[in-house]
């Protein structure tokens, strides 16, 4: 089913979706800094920006988050050439107070560094199936940061290499109306 839209917004976000058909071409960090720099001028609280970000792009990092990764997201994503651990530092820098909008300001960073790569003709997944407490422990992440996320990035990939069932996902999905939205 094709997406409608209701109004007009950017191509780029009209073409934004999530595949998980990735090739496993290598992406430099030519390529992937700019996805970081993007996501570095995203509003937040107070300017803190507490979204922090770590780079598997090298055979070693990657073995280590693809091991973080449940088993039904490492069909797929164990092919992306770089997998992306986002986490947000739970204070504020300047006075130590817990920032509420921590996970907020990390998720509009996630919004533009997704966009970014669109722009460049780049694909991103962010997943929830992942453990945690592995992330934690293997990269060392101190309890001052909440763990968000693991994000594949990569150039898109042959649908036809996923396993059936994923490849009868591989679409942009369907969204909810616009109305629905709106809490009234």
Known sequence: MKRKYNYEIMDLIKARWSPRAISEEKLSREEIMPLIEAARFAPSCFNEQPWRFIIADEEESLKKMRNVLMPGNQIWANKAPVLLLIV?????????EENFWHMFD???????????????????????????????SSFNISEDY?????????????????????????HPDIRMETEALILK
């Open 88 to 96: 947000a530092k739970k204070n504020f820098t300047y006075n130590n």
């Open 106 to 136: 990390a998720g509009t960073a996630w919004g533009f560094l997704t966009l970014e790569a669109q722009k460049r003709g780049l694909v991103t997944h962010a997943m929830g199936g992942f453990d945690m407490d592995k992330a934690r």
């Open 146 to 170: 909440e763990i968000i996320t693991v994000v594949a990035i990569g150039k898109y990939g042959d649908k036809e290499t996923l396993d059936p069932k994923l490849r009868s996902k591989e």
